[in-house]
């Protein structure tokens, strides 16, 4: 079997300067395109849910999909994450349910919609890490709100955005701070916010570094170059996908996502997770719409849902290659969360922090 945490799949991506993208599932169709993919390029694969997909599926379904997908293809190492975790009760069930790595989510109250101050993230964020560092598992925080330069706030997906404004260094992660943030909690993993949002609406035009700041990337990664770094709201809403969900009846308006030439720029910066979960949603959709106006006599579900997961497996075969991961699954050998518990314990996977003078310099 391969379940692995977060934290030694970003490792081995750090060593070999790929990312992997963090896909969200729902269901059973988009978790075997998932792995279809990953399966065809030798890649391992973070398969993500968010609190909406465990109120949908149900704890237990996804707990048994996740097995199901593991013995299914066993050579790929295979990590089940929690997104955007609100508070300990949710990181907590996540792990009692054979998750190998939560987010913490501190940059937002427990209502998921209220923006939190800096002493609130670093004190529930830490208590998460030391909680999932017992068992072994890994911790993704977030610093900074998630949400568009644009417009000032964010985007509510399955419940979970920033209500109303907020100002823009809120939007925006301090470099400074995030270095204190990823001493203060042990965090493997730091979730940034540079200007990218949920949700298929991101940008009202190509972005550029006014509204899509990846230059707070570049500065964070001069100061933490031993961190794994997280870029959400990464969909890049491709054209082509947009194109086909409009002429088959759709009504989505024209939108920008994030250029996946902007994805390789972090990655080379130190971005290592990638989260995608709208191009997933629209290629499925997009062939809905398709077969329901070409095969109007249909009405077996299989019809629908076959063609939607080859459209999601294609796409995300194609995010595999494009951020490095191909050819690295087999390159991998998982430790055991005991194992990796010890480590936790003994310091070894403490942050590796580089001194104020050094960074100044």
């Known amino acids: 079997m391969a379940r692995i945490t977060l934290r030694q799949l970003l490792d081995h991506a750090a060593e070999h300067a790929y990312a992997v993208p963090a896909f969200?599932?729902?269901?059973?169709?988009?978790?075997?395109?998932?792995?279809?993919?990953a399966a065809?390029?030798?890649?391992?694969?973070?398969?993500?849910?968010?609190?909406?997909?465990?109120?949908?599926?149900?704890?237990?379904?996804?707990?048994?999909?996740?097995?199901?997908?593991?013995?299914?293809?066993?050579?790929?190492?295979?990590?089940?994450?929690?997104?955007?975790?609100?508070?300990?009760?949710?990181?907590?069930?996540?792990?009692?349910?054979?998750?190998?790595?939560?987010?913490?989510?501190?940059?937002?109250?427990?209502?998921?919609?209220?923006?939190?101050?800096?002493?609130?993230?670093?004190?529930?964020?830490?208590?998460?890490?030391?909680?999932?560092?017992?068992?072994?598992?890994?911790?993704?925080?977030?610093?900074?709100?998630?949400?568009?330069?644009?417009l000032g706030g964010g985007e509510q997906e399955d419940g979970h955005g920033v209500e109303g404004k907020v100002s823009h260094d809120q939007l925006l992660t301090d470099p400074g701070q995030a270095v204190d943030f990823v001493r203060?909690?042990?965090?493997?993993?730091?979730?940034?916010?540079m200007g990218t949002s949920h949700g298929a609406y991101k940008f009202s035009r190509k972005p550029d570094g006014a509204i899509l700041a990846m230059r707070v990337v570049e500065e964070i990664h001069?100061?933490?170059?031993?961190?794994?770094?997280?870029?959400?709201?990464?969909?890049?809403?491709?054209?082509p996908l947009q194109d086909v969900f409009n002429a088959f009846g759709g009504e989505m308006p024209q939108t920008w996502g994030v250029p996946v030439e902007e994805i390789v720029h972090g990655i080379r910066c130190g971005v290592r997770k990638v989260n995608i979960d709208t191009d997933c949603r629209l290629a499925m959709t997009a062939v809905f719409r398709r077969v329901a106006t070409q095969s109007r006599t249909e009405f077996d579900p299989r019809k629908f849902l076959k063609p939607a997961m080859d459209a999601m497996r294609d796409l995300c075969r194609e995010r595999f290659e494009q951020f490095?991961?191909?050819?690295?699954?087999?390159?991998?050998?998982?430790?055991?969360?005991?194992?990796?518990a010890r480590r936790y314990r003994a310091g070894e996977l403490d942050p590796r922090i580089d001194s104020p003078a050094t960074i100044a310099a």
């Open 40 to 150: 065809a390029v030798d890649a391992p694969v973070i398969i993500q849910a968010s609190r909406g997909a465990r109120s949908y599926a149900g704890d237990i379904m996804l707990s048994y999909m996740i097995d199901a997908l593991e013995e299914m293809y066993p050579d790929i190492p295979l990590c089940m994450h929690q997104d955007h975790g609100n508070d300990e009760a949710t990181c907590a069930s996540a792990l009692a349910h054979g998750f190998t790595s939560v987010m913490m989510d501190g940059s937002l109250k427990a209502d998921a919609k209220t923006a939190a101050d800096y002493d609130y993230n670093v004190d529930i964020t830490r208590r998460v890490v030391d909680l999932a560092h017992w068992i072994g598992a890994s911790v993704e925080g977030e610093l900074g709100v998630l949400g568009s330069l644009e």
């Open 324 to 340: 490095g991961g191909a050819g690295q699954a087999s390159r991998i050998k998982v430790t055991p969360m005991s194992e990796m």
């Open 222 to 239: 001069r100061r933490l170059p031993n961190t794994h770094l997280v870029m959400h709201g990464s969909s890049s809403v491709p054209q």
């Open 184 to 193: 203060a909690t042990r965090v493997d993993a730091l979730a940034i916010a």
């Open 24 to 37: 969200n599932i729902n269901n059973m169709e988009q978790g075997l395109a998932i792995m279809q993919a």
